[in-house]
């Protein structure tokens, strides 16, 4: 009985954090959450605007993360020290040159432009914005997949799609 007990307390204490990040804490917020995904080389697998949070991974690629004056700084491991954005004064891009493999990325609590090139991406955002998603779903191995705002699992499209709603915009 005692181990039935702690058993039930530990996963109590796992679903409630896990229950709480799934939930959009404000009114007109939404979720993206995209899985194993890969564009072709210069077309960006996700084209992020969010105010809210993203979280993500990398297998082999590069990001571009614009937090503009206001936002948190975002927290990128496993790609060096980031470069400066030709298009913008507040933009970053890791790795500066090239790609790298196994990038882990967090830009949390804030307004966030997101651009992510390359293979393996996965991540999840919640909060209120835009986003554009490509993939290559014509591959043998497939490109992976998104949900939007809590919606069924599709395969990433083709070609890059117009701006689609996190949230309610």
Same mark, same amino acid.
């Given at each position: 009985?005692?181990? /039935?007990?702690?058993?039930?307390? !530990? ?8 229950? &709480? ?6 009114? @007109? ?5 995209? %899985? ?6 210069? !077309?960006?697998?996700?084209?992020? %605007? =969010?105010? +809210? ?6 297998? *082999?690629? %590069?990001?571009?993360?614009? &937090? +503009?004056?206001?936002?948190? /700084?975002?927290?990128? /491991? @496993?790609?060096?020290?980031?470069? $400066? ?9 890791? $790795? &500066? #040159?090239?790609?790298?493999?196994? =990038?882990?990325? %967090? ?7 997101? !651009?992510?090139?390359?293979?393996? !991406? #996965?991540?999840?955002?919640? +909060?209120? +914005? ?9 591959? $043998?191995?497939?490109? @992976?997949? *998104? #949900? ?11 070609? $890059? ?7 309610? @915009?």
């Amino acid at each position: 009985m005692r181990q /039935i007990v702690v058993t039930f307390v !530990v996963l109590a204490a796992l679903v409630a954090p896990t229950a &709480a990040l799934a939930q959009p804490t404000a009114t @007109g917020d939404g979720s993206l959450v995209v %899985r194993k995904g890969e564009a072709p080389g210069g !077309v960006p697998v996700v084209a992020l %605007r =969010i105010t +809210g949070s993203v979280i993500g991974h990398i297998d *082999y690629g %590069r990001i571009v993360i614009d &937090a +503009g004056a206001n936002s948190p /700084i975002p927290q990128v /491991i @496993g790609a060096g020290v980031p470069g $400066p954005s030709r298009k913008s004064d507040t933009a970053q891009v890791w $790795p &500066a #040159s090239g790609k790298t493999l196994d =990038i882990t990325f %967090r830009a949390v609590g804030g307004t966030f432009t997101v !651009v992510v090139y390359g293979s393996g !991406v #996965s991540l999840v955002a919640a +909060g209120h +914005g835009t986003v554009q998603l490509a993939g290559l779903p014509d591959t $043998p191995r497939g490109d @992976g997949q *998104y #949900s939007l705002n809590d919606g069924d699992f599709t395969s990433l499209p083709s070609t $890059p799609t117009s701006q689609l709603l996190v949230g309610n @915009g």
